[in-house]
């Protein structure tokens, strides 16, 4: 199969100098994405998640991904992508901040941005943290945000103190409160969250934390854990989940979307990727 094409946009430059390619990539065609601040506060060795690397890409080349995107030069870039690569579609993501907010004011300030550089047509999608404060999502909706993903990546706490030392101090009440709110400020189907296969749960477990979740208008998203080098997984030598695994879960999940009617709204990711 022949490599796509190297998108237009990654030759260009902001009016300060910087690349694209620096802020914004296109992992495939119609999509750019950005992690607009590339550190995360749980990135020590106690309290990151195991399958995290999001660290790891900085400082690795000298021309390679920005620490912290600048509103103005995502805008730039995002409106590049539209113009010569044709992007139909925008997924912002962050690292988790210190603030009560995990980073989503920022983000709704990136948003707002890329909106006025762009206008409406073009759905955005952000992903971050629950915020302890809700009305940061009400902010992000007001800034042109189309969808939200709040991942907790497992609805076991005994698997997420494991997995997730530093992130499971944030109880899955935060979370339930947080797509909740999200479901009422953004609508249904466009509150998505991330369940990993592969931590050791119980496929009928798994299955069944998805159905309460469709059940209220949460579009859950099944993801294989393939551990990535840089991650902690990776050098622990965790391996994948077996293929009849994911199946399994798959299929069950992708009859319960179909009987609730949730098909992924503007701006949801039109599929997700292995983690790692």
């Not at 995360?40 to 080349?61: D, H, K, T």
């Not at 997730?164 to 899955?172: D, E, S, Y």
Request: glycine content about 10%; aromatic content about 4%.
């Amino acid at each position: 199969m022949a490599a796509p094409p190297r998108p237009r946009f990654y030759d260009l430059t902001t009016a300060d100098g910087t690349p694209y390619h620096r802020i914004a990539r296109m992992p495939e065609a119609g999509l750019v994405t950005s992690t607009v601040v590339q550190t995360c506060v749980r990135y020590a060795e106690a309290e990151r998640c195991r399958f995290c690397a999001i660290q790891e890409a900085l400082g690795v080349v000298p021309d390679g991904t920005l620490p912290v995107k600048r509103p103005d030069q995502l805008a730039e870039a995002v409106h590049a992508a539209v113009r010569l690569d044709g992007v139909r579609q925008v997924s912002l993501t962050t690292g988790t901040g210190a603030g009560p907010d995990r980073g989503a004011r920022y983000l709704a300030r990136c948003v707002r941005a890329i909106r006025a550089a762009i206008g409406p047509a073009v759905p955005v999608q952000v992903t971050c943290e629950p915020p302890a404060d809700l009305a940061a999502l009400g902010l992000l909706r007001a800034a042109g945000t189309t969808a939200i993903g709040l991942n907790v990546e497992s609805l076991d706490d005994r698997l997420r103190r494991r997995w997730l030392p530093g992130k499971a101090r944030v109880p899955l009440a935060q979370y339930e409160a947080a797509w909740e709110h999200g479901v009422r400020v953004f609508g249904r189907d466009h509150v998505s969250t991330c369940l990993l296969i592969g931590l050791g749960e119980r496929p009928e477990d798994l299955i069944e934390g998805a159905r309460r979740l469709v059940a209220r208008g949460i579009h859950p998203f099944v993801v294989p854990l393939r551990p990535t080098p840089g991650t902690i997984a990776y050098r622990d030598g965790l391996t994948g989940p077996p293929p009849e695994r994911v199946a399994l879960i798959t299929r069950a999940v992708d009859a319960l979307l179909a009987a609730h009617g949730l098909a992924g709204g503007a701006g949801m990711p039109r599929r997700a990727a292995a983690v790692g």
